[in-house]
């Protein structure tokens, strides 16, 4: 079973329908239990980090989160809420990923909404990916660069579009919204073998 984390963000049920169309069986949940017992756990959302954290640790799910072994998934909040700190409410975040979530300046065009080519992708959950291939953003903040970045994508500034460490993964895209692409990359998630 694909766990998909519930914690008050949006954009759940659209991930769920995508995990599914893929011939997955999923369920929505903050039962711990079912987050351990789980074969891939999915931490999606849209959403303000400061409001998502506060759920997470009310319910135990910021320590519970870092425990988890199998593979994790975070995309766009999911991947913010996995940096150490966000500016976003100045909010501190789980800590999975050793960088920083910032602000696009405000003198630009914020949100940053549309789709992007990435580049210097690597890692088994781009595989298959090709250089003219592009993803779905919609976002206000952005993860800095870190060893962790697996992907870049540039706008006003280059940011992570994706992050590993260890088992965690993260996408600032939405690759439940990024048509053959995303969905190609999500299949690739949750064919991982750890």
Known sequence: MIAIIK?????????????ERLGYECAITDNPDELRSAEKVIFPGVGEAGTAMK?????????????????????CLGLQLMCRHSEEGNTDCLGIFDTDVKRFPPKDIVPHTGWNNLSDVRTPLFDGFENDDTVYFVHSYYAEISPQTIAKCGYILPFGAAMQKDNFYATQFHPEKSAAVGERILKNFLELKI
């Open 7 to 19: 914690y008050n963000a949006g954009n759940i049920a659209s991930v769920k329908n995508a995990v």
């Open 55 to 75: 759920y997470l640790t009310e319910h135990g799910l910021d320590t519970l989160f870092k425990s988890l072994t199998q593979p994790v998934l975070g995309i």
